[in-house]
């Protein structure tokens, strides 16, 4: 009776805890740096996912252009003469959320605009102060519809909306990340997990193709492959994918090294179970933590590698708005009264790189359980 209520006690206080997966949520909320960083990175997924569905210029890669608002501040303001052209087409809203949606009518920007019976008289940009345009008169009954349009970040040297093509960077940055991380975690895991379980010249091989990847450059290597599969959106996804599964692989080889000598595969073994179910069901679920971390890490890298490449024009190629070469078109201007320009994308980057190194941090105390 006494060794019962002993065994009792003991499995009452191993259980008290909740199961292992409520306890790292329960560790996870504790860190506020990790879930200030899970709302960023969501905040940003939400935008990238909306795209053009929420983006003040939803023209395809909010490539509309307005030389005469060029370089505007941020909160600046225009009036726009919006006038029927007679291309107006129906189009579905998912069509529109992946590709956007062409003006339906000319946007005309103006100083000023009066109406003169059938008429409306405008004032355009074509000047470089007010009063110095050019009168433009249009037919009352061709205008659709004269709004004033907030620029919340200002435009681009191109008089392109920064926010909106801010927004659809996301999409590119996001994309990266997660389809070079996919790459990179099937690739790592498959010859991570065989080096370590079948060792011997197996273990000898693979070991040496990751030490030949890692004794190359990041960068440079991905230049190179770049070089090889050309420029492009889907050649940088190939690119940065096949670059980053050394990490993914060292680290599931030393995870598996420690794993396979464990009982339960063993006993897997005993029960002749086949090699691909012991490492899929018995030894990979049980490894999952540092290869969470260390995808966190990998997608924050995905990011910072994709704006280089595009900063360098060798990564996604115009008119497809991205960070990088968002940077790239605009950096002549820090030296000038228009450093926004190529600060705001920049702090983009910034904000969810930090956001995915601070989530991997949260993960690793999380599943800490020394302290």
Same mark, same amino acid.
């Given at each position: 009776m006494r060794l019962r209520k002993k065994q009792q006690a003991f499995i009452d206080a191993a259980t008290a805890g909740g199961s292992p997966s409520s306890m790292f949520w329960q560790r996870l909320r504790r860190n506020r740096m990790a879930i200030a960083s899970l709302v960023v990175i969501g905040l940003f997924a939400l935008v990238a996912i909306l795209g053009y569905l929420i983006t003040p210029d939803h023209t395809p890669y909010c490539n509309q252009q307005y030389l005469e608002l060029a370089?505007?501040? *941020?909160?600046?303001?225009?009036? =726009?003469?919006?006038? &029927?052209?007679?291309?107006?087409?129906?189009?579905? *809203?998912?069509?529109?959320?992946? #590709?956007?949606?062409?003006?339906? /009518?000319? /946007?005309?920007?103006?100083?000023?605009?009066? !109406?003169?019976? &059938?008429?409306?008289?405008?004032?355009?940009?074509?000047?470089?102060? *007010?009063? &110095?345009?050019?009168t433009l008169r249009l037919p009352a009954s061709k205008v659709k519809e004269i709004k004033t349009r907030t620029f919340l970040l200002g435009t681009d040297t191109y008089g392109r909306d920064i926010l909106s093509q801010v927004m659809i960077g996301s999409r590119v940055s996001l994309s990266v990340g997660f389809i070079a991380v996919a790459i990179?975690?099937?690739?790592?895991?498959?010859?991570?997990?065989? @080096?370590?379980?079948?060792?011997?010249?197996? &273990?000898?091989?693979?070991?040496?193709?990751?030490?030949?990847?890692?004794?190359?450059?990041?960068?440079?290597?991905?230049?190179?492959?770049? =070089? @090889?599969?050309? #420029?492009? =959106?889907?050649?940088?996804?190939?690119?940065?994918?096949?670059?980053?599964?050394?990490?993914?692989?060292?680290?599931? !080889?030393?995870?598996?090294?420690?794993?396979?000598?464990?009982?339960?595969?063993?006993?897997? !073994?005993?029960?002749?179970? !086949?090699? *691909?179910?012991?490492?899929?069901?018995? %030894?990979?679920?049980? %490894?999952?933590?540092?290869? %969470?971390?260390?995808?966190?890490?990998?997608?924050?890298?995905?990011?910072?590698?994709?704006?280089?490449?595009?900063f360098l024009g060798i990564g996604v190629q115009p008119p497809m708005p991205s960070w990088g070469s968002m940077v790239k078109e605009n950096y002549g201007q820090i030296l000038l009264d228009s450093a926004y320009q190529a600060f705001i994308p920049g702090l983009a980057i910034m904000l969810i790189v930090l956001a995915f190194m601070l989530l991997g941090n949260g993960i690793r105390d999380a599943l800490d359980i020394k302290d």
């Open positions: 370089s505007m501040k *941020p909160l600046s303001k225009a009036t =726009f003469i919006y006038v &029927d052209n007679g291309t107006e087409a129906k189009q579905g *809203p998912l069509k529109t959320l992946a #590709k956007g949606r062409p003006l339906a /009518a000319e /946007a005309i920007p103006v100083y000023s605009y009066s !109406r003169q019976g &059938d008429s409306i008289v405008a004032e355009t940009y074509t000047g470089s102060t *007010p009063n &110095d345009g050019e990179a975690l099937l690739i790592g895991i498959l010859l991570g997990s065989l @080096a370590a379980y079948y060792g011997g010249w197996v &273990d000898s091989v693979i070991m040496w193709l990751i030490n030949v990847v890692w004794s190359i450059p990041t960068v440079l290597l991905v230049i190179a492959i770049t =070089f @090889a599969l050309g #420029k492009g =959106f889907w050649q940088v996804f190939i690119a940065v994918g096949l670059t980053m599964w050394v990490d993914v692989a060292r680290v599931v !080889r030393g995870q598996v090294l420690s794993v396979k000598e464990k009982e339960y595969v063993e006993a897997a !073994r005993a029960l002749g179970y !086949r090699t *691909p179910r012991i490492i899929l069901r018995h %030894i990979l679920p049980n %490894i999952t933590g540092p290869v %969470i971390v260390v995808t966190a890490s990998n997608f924050a890298s995905a990011i910072l590698l994709e704006a280089g490449l595009s």
